[in-house]
């Protein structure tokens, strides 16, 4: 599935063919809650690096979490680069060199109509902040830490894809 997405003021746009385009992994942890989650979690969409087409790339702006002290004392970062509007702040999509193949959009920056997850994906809930609610539904599944099933494989076992 083509997606077209781009921020809110418009001064980045980008298009990525995904073949995991339903929003259905909701991620709790402090940094995704914080950099693109205002409502307590972040939805990441699975796409092919490859075939990241990007119109305003000097607008763009890159972020590695600081995951704590390191052991030269000093800050150990995430290699995961949050890219972002340097203007209006909101996040666009999310790549780690340890899978260059992939690319991780946020579905909120996502113009492009969503197809509707048919059960959804709580993960980082031992991160989770205290005023949010999860709202799970019956099927949804929950997990602490990171789930064993990667965006593709939840993608093939409901026979969904783009």
Known sequence: MLLEGSCHCRRVCFRV???????????????CRKT???GGYAINLGADNSTLEVEGREHLREYRARLGPSADGGTECSPARRYFCGHCGSALWLWDPRWPELVH???SA?????PVAPEHT??????????VPVEAGPRDSRFDQYPDESLA??????????
């Open 17 to 31: 063919r995904s073949g995991q385009p339903y929003p259905f992994n909701r991620c709790y942890c402090s940094i």
């Open 36 to 38: 693109a989650g205002g």
């Open 105 to 107: 959009p946020h579905a």
């Open 110 to 114: 996502i113009d492009t109509e969503l």
């Open 122 to 131: 709580h993960m980082m809930l031992g991160s989770k902040a205290s005023w």
């Open 153 to 162: 494989q939840w993608h093939q076992r409901h026979g969904l894809g783009g």
